[in-house]
C-alpha cells in the first residue's frame, strides 16, 4: 500500500524536467566515473597524446609532471598517461565485447531450453551445470592454455566462461515469459515459434539481458585484466591495464606508480559500471522509490526494514515526548503503587493509544484515540474488518509495532506505565506478563530451528524455574501426545500444531495478559474449535485475561464476556458479549453481525456489507462510519459522535444488568424494535 | 545419513564426470596435430601414423576419454614434459599450500562479509550503513591482484611488518625451529596473500549478507521473538545470524570458486608455492598435461566445497529441498 502511494506521490511532487535516472545518486555517481575513464578511451585517436609503444631509453621512469609526460613514463620510457588511455580503451573493448558474446550465445542456449521441451532442456541445462562447476577463471584459464595466450583468445575464454551464467539466467526469464498470456495469444494468431520469439519474447527479455550485461560487464573486465595480468592476454607491444599492472610488478618497490596506476584505473573503471549495473537494477524494479530532497529521506527510513536493535530507541525516541503529556513521569515497578491498588486498577488500562503509520504526505494515524481496560481474568474480543486498526492495537501493547509505525498514548499493566518503560524492562515483561499469539503460528516460529530449541529459549528467556516445565507445557496445550515433537522442526508440524505450540510459547511464564491475534483464523474449522475450547479452558482455569483479535463475531460469541468493535481506528461499541450479539447498538456492529453465518441457522439471509473502512488518513469529518451505513442522517454528518454510555433499556440478564457499561459512538444508535 | 546427503553424495558422480569431460574436450582445442607438433613437418606419414596410435590419437574421443579417466581412477594424470615427473605428484604435492591459502581466504572473508553486512543492516541507512555498502563496492570492483600488490606494498616494502613473499622463511625449513615458531612463521607468510583474496570474497558475502539480514531482521518470525521476552543480543545472535547464514551459503559456495581460481594470480605475486603459481608456469611451458591435471583437481576440489555448503545449508535450513 504505502510503497505505491509513495511512489506515486514522489513522482508528482519531483519536477517532471529531471529524468528519473538523475535522482539516482549512486548512478550518477557511477556515470560520473565511468565518464572519466570511457570518454578518454573514447577520444583517444584525436587526443594529443604521444605514441604509447614509442620507447625512449634514455627517457625511462621520468617522474610525474616532466616535460612532455603529464604523469611520467615507464620502464622503456614510454609515456604513461597515453598508455593509461590505450589501455584503458583495449580493456573496455575487450570486456564489451566479451560480455556480449557471452550473452549472445547464452541467450541462444537460454532459449533453446526454455523452448525446446523437457529433453533438450535437460541436456543443455545439466551441460550449464557442469560448465558452473568449474572456478570461472579456472576454464579460462585453461582454455586460453589451450589455445594460446593473446588478447583475442583471453576475450574468447571469459566469454566462455561466463555463458553458463548468461543462459541460467536466461532460461528462467524465457521460461516466465513462455506462460504469460500474450505468447498464448501469439500462437493462437497462428504465428510460427521463431517470429514468438522474435517479437514476443525477446522484447520483453530485452531488460533483463541488458540488466545481466551491466551487472557482468565488471567482471568481465576484472577477469580479462587478470589474464593480462598473467601474460596470458595483451602481448606487448600492444597492452591494457592488465599487462600494464603485470609489466609493472617488477618495478614495484622502486617506481610503484607503474604498477599502481593501472589498478587504480581499473577499480574507478569497474566502480563506475558496478554502480551504474545497480542504478539500473533500481530503475527497472518497480518497487523502487526515486529519493525527494528533504521529505524523501524520511520516507525511505520509515519505509526500511526493522532492525531488532535499531528499532526499539527509534520507536521510544519518537513515542516518548508525546506520550509523556499522558503518561505519569513515573513509571512504576511491579509491586509499587500499581500492585497496592490492583483491586480497583484492571490489570490493563489504556489511554488515548494512537499508532500512526508512515505515508507520502505525512504520519497517518492507523489507531486513532483508543481506550480500553480489561480486568484480571477478563476475555474480552476486539472485532473489525481488516484494516481497522486491530492488529496494530495488539501489537502496540507489547510495543512491537512494525519499523515506521510510531504509538502515543498511555499502555499501564498493573499500574506500570508501558510507553516509560526502557527496552530492557519491556524485554523482561514480555513473555512473561504480556504474551502474544500470531495469526499466523509460522510467524511466531523461527523456522530454522527445532520446536524444542524454541520452547527451551523461551522458558530460559525470564529464568526456567520459574517457567512451566516443557512436558507440563506440553501438555496444557494438548500435545503431549505427539511423538518427537522437540525434535521437529516448524515445518514438520500440522498447521493446528504449530498453533499450540505457539501457544505453549506464550503460556510459558503464565502470562497475566494473553492477547491473541486471530489466533485461529487460519486454521481449519475443526481445528479452531478445538483451539478455542482450549483458549477458553486456560482462561478460565488459570484466571488469565484474555484479549482476542478477531473479524469473526461467531467465533468471539463463545469465548468471550465482552465484544470491542473497532472502526477505522477507533472503538464504535463496547459492550457485553450476550448484548452486543443479541442487540447490536451501532449499526456497524448490526451489520458485522448480518454478514456472520449462525450456527444452527443454516436459512438466515447473510448481508454484506459493501465497500471497506476508510484508509487511514482518509477518514471522513463526521461519523466515520457514515458512507457506508444504511441508516445515514444528514446530522451524522456533523462532526464526529463520542464514545457515550448507552443505557439501552436497563433490562437484567441472569441476574446483572443486561447493558451494563455498555458504551457506543453514534448518535442514532438502534433502539430495540421488537 | 539422511537421504538429501545420499541424494547430494550420488549426484556428485555425475558432476565430476562432467567436470573431467570439460577438461578433457578443452584439452582437444589445442590447435594442430600433436603428432605433427612432436615429428615436426618433414617426418613421414607412417612415422606420424605410428605416433597418432601410440598417443591414441586414432582412437574415437569417447574411447580416449575413458582412457584419460581410467588413469585417473588409478591416480595417473601422465606424465609432465616440463618437471619430467608424474603429473600426479607434482599437483598432489602443490595442492596443500594452495588448500590453506585458499580455506584461510574463505574463512576470513566470510566473517568479514557477515559482520560487515549484518553491522550495515542494523545501522539500515545510517552512516555505518553507507560506509559498509561503499566499501562493499570497492571489495567487489578492485582486482585481487592489484589489492594484492598494493597490500604487499604497504606491509611488506614500506612497514616491513610482514614478509613479502613464499609460504616460510627459508632458513626456518628445516633449521630445526620448533613446530610453534614455524606456525608462527607460516601465518605471518599467508595473512597478506589470505587477505588479498579475502577483502574481495568478503565484499561479495556482504553485499548479499547485507540484503539477507535485512530481510531477515524484518521478518516477523524474527520480529516476534521479542514478543517472547528474547533479548535482543540473542535474537540476533542466535535468530537472524543463522537465517543469514542460511540464505549466504550458497554465495560462500561461489566465492570458494573465486578464491581457488584467484589464487593463481595471488600465488604468483606472493610466490606461495602452490597450484596456481604451477598452473602459469606450466601455461607458459605449453605443458598440456599439467594444465589439464592441475585444473582438474582444483575444479574438483571446488565441487567438493560446493557440496560442502550445500549440506550446510540443508543442515541450517531443512526445507531446504533435495536436488
Same mark, same amino acid.
Given at each position: 500500500?504505502?510503497?505505491?502511494?509513495?511512489?506515486?506521490?514522489?513522482?508528482?511532487?519531483?519536477?517532471?524536467?529531471?529524468?528519473?535516472?538523475?535522482?539516482?545518486?549512486?548512478?550518477?555517481?557511477?556515470?560520473?566515473?565511468?565518464?572519466?575513464?570511457?570518454?578518454?578511451?573514447?577520444?583517444?585517436?584525436?587526443?594529443?597524446?604521444?605514441?604509447?609503444?614509442?620507447?625512449?631509453?634514455?627517457?625511462?621512469?621520468?617522474?610525474? %609532471?616532466?616535460?612532455?609526460?603529464? +604523469? $611520467?613514463?615507464?620502464? &622503456?620510457?614510454?609515456?604513461? !598517461? /597515453?598508455? @593509461?588511455?590505450? *589501455? =584503458?580503451?583495449?580493456?573496455?573493448?575487450?570486456?564489451?565485447?566479451?560480455?556480449?558474446?557471452?550473452?549472445?550465445?547464452?541467450?541462444?542456449?537460454?532459449?533453446?531450453?526454455?523452448?525446446?521441451?523437457?529433453?533438450?532442456?535437460?541436456?543443455?541445462?545439466?551441460?550449464?551445470?557442469?560448465?558452473?562447476?568449474?572456478?570461472?577463471?579456472?576454464?579460462?584459464?585453461?582454455?586460453?592454455?589451450?589455445?594460446?595466450?593473446?588478447?583475442?583468445?583471453?576475450?574468447?575464454?571469459?566469454?566462455?566462461?561466463?555463458?553458463?551464467?548468461?543462459?541460467?539466467?536466461?532460461?528462467?526469464?524465457?521460461?516466465?515469459?513462455?506462460?504469460?498470456?500474450?505468447?498464448?495469444?501469439?500462437?493462437?494468431?497462428?504465428?510460427?515459434?521463431?517470429?514468438?520469439?522474435?517479437?514476443?519474447?525477446?522484447?520483453?527479455?530485452?531488460?533483463?539481458?541488458? %540488466?545481466?550485461?551491466?551487472?557482468? +560487464? $565488471?567482471?568481465?573486465? &576484472?577477469?580479462?585484466?587478470? !589474464? /593480462?595480468? @598473467?601474460?596470458? *592476454? =595483451?602481448?606487448?607491444?600492444?597492452?591494457?591495464?592488465?599487462?600494464?599492472?603485470?609489466?609493472?610488478?617488477?618495478?614495484?618497490?622502486?617506481?610503484?606508480?607503474?604498477?599502481?596506476?593501472?589498478?587504480?584505473?581499473?577499480?574507478?573503471?569497474?566502480?563506475?559500471?558496478?554502480?551504474?549495473?545497480?542504478?539500473?537494477?533500481?530503475?527497472?524494479?518497480?518497487?523502487?522509490?526515486?529519493?525527494?530532497?528533504?521529505?524523501?529521506?524520511?520516507?525511505?527510513?520509515?519505509?526500511?526494514?526493522?532492525?531488532?536493535?535499531?528499532?526499539?530507541?527509534?520507536?521510544?525516541?519518537?513515542?516518548?515526548?508525546?506520550a509523556a503529556?499522558v503518561a505519569t513521569p513515573v513509571a512504576h515497578g511491579r509491586g509499587g503503587t500499581g500492585a497496592a491498588c490492583a483491586d480497583d486498577l484492571p490489570l490493563l488500562r489504556v489511554r488515548?493509544?494512537?499508532?500512526? %503509520?508512515?505515508?507520502?504526505?505525512?504520519?497517518?494515524?492507523?489507531?486513532?484515540?483508543?481506550?480500553?481496560d480489561?480486568?484480571r481474568?477478563?476475555?474480552?474480543?476486539?472485532?473489525?474488518?481488516?484494516?481497522?486498526?486491530?492488529?496494530?492495537?495488539?501489537?502496540?501493547?507489547?510495543?512491537?509495532?512494525?519499523?515506521?509505525?510510531?504509538?502515543?498514548?498511555s499502555v499501564r499493566l498493573d499500574g506500570t506505565e508501558l510507553m516509560a518503560l526502557a527496552?530492557r524492562d519491556l524485554q523482561a515483561l514480555r513473555?512473561r506478563r504480556l504474551?502474544?499469539?500470531?495469526?499466523?503460528?509460522?510467524?511466531?516460529?523461527?523456522?530454522?530451528?527445532?520446536?524444542?530449541?524454541?520452547?527451551?529459549?523461551?522458558?530460559?528467556?525470564h529464568?526456567?524455574?520459574?517457567?512451566?516445565?516443557?512436558?507440563?507445557?506440553?501438555?496444557?496445550?494438548?500435545?503431549?501426545?505427539?511423538?518427537?515433537?522437540?525434535?521437529?522442526?516448524?515445518?514438520?508440524?500440522?498447521?493446528?500444531?504449530?498453533?499450540?505450540?505457539? %501457544?505453549?510459547?506464550?503460556?510459558?511464564?503464565?502470562p497475566d495478559l494473553?492477547?491473541?491475534?486471530?489466533?485461529?483464523?487460519?486454521?481449519?474449522?475443526?481445528?479452531?474449535?478445538?483451539?478455542?475450547?482450549?483458549?477458553?479452558?486456560?482462561?478460565?482455569?488459570?484466571?488469565?485475561?484474555?484479549?482476542?483479535?478477531?473479524?469473526?463475531?461467531?467465533?468471539?460469541?463463545?469465548?468471550?464476556?465482552?465484544?470491542?468493535?473497532?472502526?477505522?481506528?477507533?472503538?464504535?461499541?463496547?459492550?457485553?458479549?450476550?448484548?452486543?450479539?443479541?442487540?447490536?447498538?451501532?449499526?456497524?456492529?448490526?451489520?458485522?453481525?448480518?454478514?456472520?453465518?449462525?450456527?444452527?441457522?443454516?436459512?438466515?439471509?447473510?448481508?454484506?456489507?459493501?465497500?471497506?473502512?476508510?484508509?487511514?488518513?482518509?477518514?471522513?469529518?463526521?461519523?466515520?462510519?457514515?458512507?457506508?451505513?444504511?441508516?445515514?442522517?444528514?446530522?451524522?454528518?456533523?462532526?464526529?459522535?463520542?464514545?457515550?454510555?448507552?443505557?439501552?433499556?436497563?433490562?437484567?440478564?441472569?441476574?446483572?444488568?443486561?447493558?451494563?457499561?455498555?458504551?457506543?459512538?453514534?448518535?442514532?444508535?438502534?433502539?430495540?424494535?421488537? | 545419513?539422511?537421504?538429501?546427503?545420499?541424494?547430494?553424495?550420488?549426484?556428485?558422480?555425475?558432476?565430476?564426470?562432467?567436470?573431467?569431460?570439460?577438461?578433457?574436450?578443452?584439452?582437444?582445442?589445442?590447435?594442430?596435430?600433436?603428432?605433427?607438433?612432436?615429428?615436426?613437418?618433414?617426418?613421414?606419414?607412417?612415422?606420424?601414423?605410428?605416433?597418432?596410435?601410440?598417443?591414441?590419437?586414432?582412437?574415437?574421443?569417447?574411447?580416449?576419454?575413458?582412457?584419460?579417466?581410467?588413469?585417473?581412477?588409478?591416480?595417473?594424470?601422465?606424465?609432465?614434459?616440463?618437471?619430467?615427473?608424474?603429473?600426479?605428484?607434482?599437483?598432489?604435492?602443490?595442492?596443500?599450500?594452495?588448500?590453506?591459502?585458499?580455506?584461510?581466504?574463505?574463512?576470513?572473508?566470510?566473517?568479514?562479509?557477515?559482520?560487515?553486512?549484518?553491522?550495515?543492516?542494523?545501522?539500515?541507512?545510517?552512516?555505518?550503513?553507507?560506509?559498509?555498502?561503499?566499501?562493499?563496492?570497492?571489495?567487489?570492483?578492485?582486482?585481487?591482484?592489484?589489492?594484492?600488490?598494493?597490500?604487499?606494498?604497504?606491509?611488506?616494502?614500506?612497514?616491513?611488518?610482514?614478509?613479502?613473499?613464499?609460504?616460510?622463511?627459508?632458513?626456518?625449513?628445516?633449521?630445526?625451529?620448533?613446530?610453534?615458531?614455524?606456525?608462527?612463521?607460516?601465518?605471518?607468510?599467508?595473512?597478506?596473500?589470505?587477505?588479498?583474496?579475502?577483502?574481495?570474497?568478503?565484499?561479495?558475502?556482504?553485499?548479499?549478507?547485507?540484503?539477507?539480514?535485512?530481510?531477515?531482521?524484518?521478518?516477523?518470525?524474527?520480529?516476534?521473538?521479542?514478543?517472547?521476552?528474547?533479548?535482543?543480543?540473542?535474537?540476533?545472535?542466535?535468530?537472524?545470524?543463522?537465517?543469514?547464514?542460511?540464505?549466504?551459503?550458497?554465495?560462500?559456495?561461489?566465492?570458494?570458486?573465486?578464491?581457488?581460481?584467484?589464487?593463481?594470480?595471488?600465488?604468483?605475486?606472493?610466490?606461495?608455492?602452490?597450484?596456481?603459481?604451477?598452473?602459469?608456469?606450466?601455461?607458459?611451458?605449453?605443458?598440456?598435461?599439467?594444465?589439464?591435471?592441475?585444473?582438474?583437481?582444483?575444479?574438483?576440489?571446488?565441487?567438493?566445497?560446493?557440496?560442502?555448503?550445500?549440506?550446510?545449508?540443508?543442515?541450517?535450513?531443512?526445507?531446504?529441498?533435495?536436488?
Amino acid at each position: 500500500m504505502s510503497r505505491d502511494a509513495s511512489r506515486v506521490a514522489a513522482e508528482g511532487i519531483a519536477t517532471p524536467a529531471l529524468p528519473v535516472w538523475l535522482r539516482h545518486p549512486g548512478a550518477v555517481a557511477g556515470l560520473g566515473l565511468l565518464a572519466l575513464v570511457l570518454l578518454p578511451a573514447l577520444a583517444a585517436p584525436v587526443l594529443p597524446l604521444a605514441d604509447p609503444a614509442q620507447t625512449a631509453p634514455a627517457q625511462r621512469m621520468l617522474p610525474a %609532471l616532466s616535460a612532455g609526460h603529464l +604523469l $611520467g613514463t615507464d620502464q &622503456l620510457g614510454r609515456d604513461l !598517461l /597515453s598508455r @593509461l588511455v590505450w *589501455g =584503458a580503451r583495449a580493456s573496455i573493448g575487450v570486456g564489451v565485447l566479451a560480455t556480449v558474446i557471452a550473452a549472445l550465445v547464452g541467450t541462444v542456449i537460454g532459449l533453446a531450453g526454455a523452448w525446446l521441451g523437457r529433453w533438450a532442456d535437460a541436456l543443455l541445462m545439466r551441460g550449464v551445470d557442469v560448465l558452473m562447476a568449474f572456478p570461472y577463471l579456472l576454464l579460462a584459464l585453461a582454455i586460453v592454455a589451450a589455445l594460446g595466450p593473446g588478447l583475442g583468445n583471453a576475450m574468447l575464454a571469459i566469454a566462455v566462461a561466463n555463458v553458463p551464467f548468461f543462459a541460467r539466467a536466461v532460461r528462467g526469464a524465457a521460461l516466465e515469459i513462455r506462460h504469460q498470456d500474450y505468447i498464448a495469444a501469439a500462437r493462437l494468431a497462428g504465428h510460427g515459434e521463431l517470429a514468438i520469439l522474435a517479437r514476443e519474447v525477446l522484447p520483453n527479455l530485452a531488460p533483463t539481458l541488458l %540488466l545481466l550485461m551491466t551487472t557482468t +560487464l $565488471g567482471w568481465m573486465v &576484472l577477469e580479462t585484466a587478470g !589474464l /593480462s595480468f @598473467l601474460g596470458l *592476454g =595483451a602481448q606487448p607491444p600492444a597492452a591494457d591495464l592488465g599487462s600494464m599492472l603485470g609489466a609493472g610488478r617488477e618495478f614495484l618497490t622502486t617506481y610503484p606508480r607503474v604498477a599502481v596506476l593501472p589498478g587504480l584505473v581499473i577499480v574507478v573503471l569497474v566502480v563506475g559500471i558496478n554502480l551504474v549495473g545497480d542504478g539500473l537494477r533500481d530503475l527497472l524494479d518497480p518497487r523502487w522509490v526515486p529519493r525527494r530532497p528533504g521529505a524523501g529521506l524520511v520516507a525511505t527510513r520509515a519505509a526500511g526494514p526493522v532492525a531488532t536493535r535499531a528499532a526499539a530507541p527509534v520507536a521510544t525516541r519518537a513515542a516518548t515526548p508525546a506520550a509523556a503529556p499522558v503518561a505519569t513521569p513515573v513509571a512504576h515497578g511491579r509491586g509499587g503503587t500499581g500492585a497496592a491498588c490492583a483491586d480497583d486498577l484492571p490489570l490493563l488500562r489504556v489511554r488515548g493509544l494512537e499508532v500512526r %503509520l508512515p505515508a507520502p504526505s505525512g504520519p497517518v494515524a492507523a489507531v486513532d484515540g483508543v481506550d480500553l481496560d480489561l480486568r484480571r481474568g477478563e476475555r474480552v474480543a476486539l472485532v473489525g474488518e481488516s484494516g481497522c486498526g486491530k492488529t496494530l492495537t495488539a501489537l502496540s501493547l507489547l510495543r512491537l509495532l512494525p519499523a515506521g509505525a510510531v504509538q502515543r498514548g498511555s499502555v499501564r499493566l498493573d499500574g506500570t506505565e508501558l510507553m516509560a518503560l526502557a527496552a530492557r524492562d519491556l524485554q523482561a515483561l514480555r513473555g512473561r506478563r504480556l504474551a502474544y499469539v500470531p495469526q499466523e503460528p509460522l510467524t511466531a516460529l523461527d523456522p530454522l530451528f527445532r520446536v524444542g530449541f524454541q520452547i527451551d529459549e523461551t522458558r530460559r528467556a525470564h529464568g526456567a524455574d520459574t517457567a512451566l516445565a516443557t512436558p507440563a507445557l506440553l501438555r496444557l496445550v494438548g500435545l503431549s501426545g505427539v511423538a518427537d515433537l522437540p525434535r521437529r522442526f516448524p515445518h514438520e508440524l500440522s498447521g493446528g500444531q504449530r498453533q499450540r505450540v505457539a %501457544l505453549a510459547l506464550a503460556l510459558a511464564h503464565g502470562p497475566d495478559l494473553l492477547i491473541a491475534d486471530e489466533a485461529t483464523t487460519a486454521l481449519d474449522v475443526t481445528v479452531q474449535r478445538e483451539i478455542l475450547a482450549l483458549l477458553r479452558r486456560l482462561c478460565a482455569e488459570q484466571g488469565r485475561a484474555l484479549l482476542f483479535v478477531s473479524h469473526d463475531l461467531a467465533v468471539v460469541s463463545t469465548l468471550c464476556d465482552r465484544v470491542l468493535v473497532m472502526y477505522a481506528g477507533r472503538i464504535v461499541e463496547d459492550a457485553p458479549a450476550a448484548a452486543l450479539l443479541r442487540r447490536p447498538a451501532h449499526p456497524y456492529t448490526a451489520a458485522l453481525l448480518g454478514a456472520t453465518p449462525a450456527l444452527g441457522r443454516p436459512h438466515k439471509a447473510l448481508s454484506v456489507l459493501p465497500g471497506a473502512p476508510p484508509m487511514p488518513g482518509t477518514q471522513p469529518s463526521g461519523c466515520r462510519f457514515a458512507p457506508r451505513c444504511p441508516r445515514v442522517q444528514p446530522v451524522c454528518h456533523a462532526g464526529e459522535p463520542d464514545l457515550v454510555p448507552y443505557a439501552g433499556r436497563g433490562e437484567a440478564y441472569q441476574g446483572q444488568d443486561w447493558d451494563e457499561g455498555r458504551r457506543v459512538r453514534c448518535r442514532l444508535p438502534l433502539e430495540d424494535e421488537a | 545419513m539422511s537421504r538429501y546427503v545420499v541424494q547430494r553424495l550420488l549426484l556428485l558422480v555425475p558432476v565430476l564426470l562432467g567436470v573431467s569431460l570439460v577438461v578433457f574436450a578443452v584439452m582437444a582445442l589445442v590447435p594442430g596435430d600433436p603428432a605433427l607438433a612432436i615429428l615436426g613437418p618433414y617426418a613421414t606419414p607412417e612415422r606420424l601414423a605410428e605416433l597418432r596410435a601410440a598417443l591414441g590419437l586414432d582412437q574415437p574421443w569417447w574411447r580416449r576419454w575413458l582412457g584419460w579417466l581410467g588413469g585417473i581412477l588409478q591416480g595417473d594424470l601422465g606424465r609432465s614434459v616440463s618437471l619430467e615427473r608424474p603429473v600426479a605428484e607434482a599437483v598432489l604435492e602443490r595442492l596443500g599450500p594452495t588448500l590453506l591459502l585458499a580455506a584461510t581466504a574463505l574463512l576470513l572473508g566470510t566473517v568479514l562479509g557477515l559482520a560487515a553486512g549484518l553491522l550495515a543492516a542494523l545501522r539500515h541507512n545510517r552512516a555505518t550503513d553507507r560506509l559498509v555498502t561503499l566499501a562493499v563496492l570497492l571489495g567487489i570492483s578492485v582486482p585481487p591482484f592489484w589489492l594484492g600488490l598494493l597490500l604487499m606494498l604497504l606491509f611488506a616494502v614500506w612497514l616491513g611488518w610482514l614478509p613479502a613473499s613464499g609460504m616460510v622463511t627459508p632458513w626456518l625449513w628445516g633449521g630445526g625451529a620448533g613446530a610453534m615458531a614455524l606456525t608462527v612463521d607460516v601465518a605471518r607468510h599467508l595473512l597478506l596473500p589470505s587477505l588479498s583474496l579475502a577483502l574481495v570474497a568478503a565484499g561479495v558475502i556482504g553485499r548479499i549478507g547485507r540484503g539477507a539480514a535485512l530481510e531477515v531482521l524484518a521478518a516477523d518470525h524474527v520480529r516476534l521473538c521479542r514478543a517472547r521476552g528474547l533479548s535482543a543480543r540473542r535474537i540476533l545472535l542466535v535468530h537472524a545470524l543463522k537465517g543469514v547464514l542460511a540464505r549466504v551459503m550458497p554465495v560462500i559456495g561461489l566465492q570458494a570458486g573465486f578464491v581457488l581460481g584467484g589464487a593463481v594470480y595471488i600465488e604468483t605475486i606472493f610466490q606461495w608455492p602452490g597450484l596456481g603459481r604451477l598452473l602459469v608456469d606450466a601455461i607458459a611451458a605449453r605443458d598440456l598435461l599439467l594444465v589439464q591435471g592441475g585444473v582438474l583437481v582444483l575444479a574438483s576440489a571446488y565441487v567438493l566445497v560446493n557440496l560442502a555448503t550445500d549440506m550446510a545449508q540443508h543442515a541450517l535450513d531443512r526445507r531446504t529441498a533435495a536436488a
